[in-house]
């Protein structure tokens, strides 16, 4: 499964956010997108997972273009969870998870069969839901929310999973407890990831490589050590670091506004 964008350049109505950026996302990769607040992360996010249009250039999955694919073709291929949830939280678990089957109905389907069924009931058990499957979502922890939707997006039984700072309303228990579990479905599932993350030391932790981007274009995209030098942290975000090597490889300290 690879994801490639060539020139891609993307924005709001007559304002370019995204220019030209050219990157490969490598099968079975976790890539992680960092840079300052409005340098573009989330708005790349949402060009690639088809909320907004290209202005120029273009994304392709395996070769096919995805704005000029179907969207139950790509749903099929491409999982995205968003920062902000907006679907019913009237519902329970386990009714959130079964619609990520809809991929994989016709329009006239309506019933989830036994291979719908199982693959529900492996999302849950994959994300440590099983449990809390008839609970209301609105009535979870922000930790087991986030947990919910993952399992949606399971469920879709795509294999590039696309994810807007999923830790962002989440303490530190939590955010290394989820992003724990990504890396477990990253290696055992097989899923290649692209994760747009506030923490750069979270970022470090946890990702194959890192793209960095600054006013909308890429600038860096490499390893978490060849990335988090002093002065590419210095370029992206006008602070002064130093690199620390630890048990968990190398983290960044912040050393002074620059």
């Not at 790349?44 to 995805?66: V, Y």
């Not at 139950?72 to 291929?77: D, L, N, R, S, V």
């Not at 590039?160 to 055992?188: I, M």
Request: glycine share 6%; net charge neutral; aromatic share 6%.
């Amino acid at each position: 499964m690879t994801l490639i964008t060539k020139d891609f350049s993307t924005g709001y109505q007559n304002k370019e956010v995204i220019k030209s950026i050219n990157l490969t996302l490598k099968n079975v990769e976790w890539l992680g997108i960092i840079g300052a607040n409005g340098s573009g992360k989330s708005t790349f996010l949402k060009g690639i997972s088809r909320i907004l249009e290209p202005s120029s250039g273009a994304a392709f999955l395996n070769g096919q273009n995805i704005h000029l694919s179907s969207t139950q073709g790509i749903a099929k291929e491409i999982s995205v969870l968003p920062q902000l949830q907006t679907l019913d939280l009237q519902m329970t678990v386990y009714e959130l998870v079964c619609l990520g089957r809809s991929p994989h109905k016709r329009w006239w389907e309506t019933d989830l069969n036994e291979k719908d069924l199982l693959k529900v009931d492996q999302s849950l058990a994959l994300t440590d839901m099983t449990t809390l499957k008839n609970k209301p979502v609105r009535t979870l922890s922000g930790g087991q929310r986030q947990r919910a939707f993952l399992s949606l997006a399971l469920a879709q039984d795509a294999k590039t999973l696309l994810l807007d700072e999923p830790t962002t309303f989440l303490d530190v228990h939590y955010q290394l407890q989820f992003l724990d579990l990504l890396k477990g479905l990253n290696k055992e599932q097989k899923l290649s990831i692209i994760t747009v993350i506030h923490d750069v030391n979270l970022a470090a932790r946890y990702c194959d490589r890192i793209a960095v981007l600054k006013d909308g274009s890429l600038i860096a995209l490499d390893s978490p050590g060849n990335v988090l030098t002093s002065e590419l942290m210095k370029e992206a975000f006008k602070v002064e670091t130093c690199q620390i090597e630890t048990p968990i490889g190398v983290q960044v300290y912040t050393i002074k506004p620059y």
